[in-house]
T-cell receptor, first 113, second 112 residues
């Protein structure tokens, strides 16, 4: 079944650690996105990609980085986690074209202690 | 540039009562409109979308929305809610540039 997967679902990690949040989709979508969502619910776009080797920063500045070496894979990395990075991170993908909405993963809830 | 305003941050409602979630957008070009639902500790799930044609759009779980171009609105309704409808709801708009712009969300709390 075509879907989008995020791992881990929950992560508690100490300050200063390097972490990578995984996102993979099996739908062959060219476009992929990372959103940060704080407890206040609002979604903030932090990174997006329109294809392999293409990555752009989103509307909200983030210390994280992303890569897109394969169409199906769009990992997000924090080199040195801080408590301010505590949040939920949502990955999404879409087909090319304005008719299409996004398909979201289940999210990773990150807590940095 | 486009923007989306969800006029209510929280909507408490009793079970089996109707609910309406308000969404207004601004855009200088034609847009496509979406409603998503987010259950606790989950990602977002598409409820319905308006692309063209009939202004009344029916979605999953008994929800519907009406596109009103003159009022630049896309309000979401359900005639009778269930406890399981407790969730956050996001309105989103897509225009040129191909990225979705989300509203701030509305939290629906269904009370027994």
């Amino acid at each position: 079944e075509a879907d989008i997967y995020q791992t881990p679902r929950y992560l508690v990690i100490g300050t200063g650690k390097k972490i990578t949040l995984e996102c993979s989709q099996t739908m062959g979508h060219d476009k992929m996105y990372w959103y940060q969502q704080d407890p206040g619910m609002e979604l903030h776009l932090i990174h997006y990609s329109y294809g392999v080797n293409s990555t752009e920063k989103g509307d909200l500045s983030s210390e994280s980085t992303v890569s897109r070496i394969r169409t199906e894979h769009f990992p997000l990395t924090l080199e040195s986690a801080r408590p301010s990075h505590t949040s939920q991170y949502l990955c999404a993908s879409s087909e090319y074209g304005q008719f299409y909405g996004y398909t979201f993963g289940s999210g990773t809830r990150l807590t940095v202690v | 540039a486009q923007s989306v305003t969800q006029l209510d941050s929280q909507v408490p409602v009793f079970e089996e009562a109707p609910v309406e979630l308000r969404c207004n957008y601004s855009s200088s070009v034609s847009v496509y409109l979406f409603w998503y639902v987010q259950y606790p500790n989950q990602g977002l799930q598409l409820l319905l979308k308006y692309l063209s044609g009939s202004t009344l759009v029916k979605g999953i779980n008994g929800f519907e929305a009406e596109f009103n171009k003159s009022q630049t609105s896309f309000h979401l309704r359900k005639p009778s809610v269930h406890i399981s409808d407790t969730a956050e709801y996001f309105c989103a708009v897509k225009a040129a540039g191909n990225k979705l712009t989300f509203g701030g969300g509305t939290r629906v709390l269904v009370k027994p």
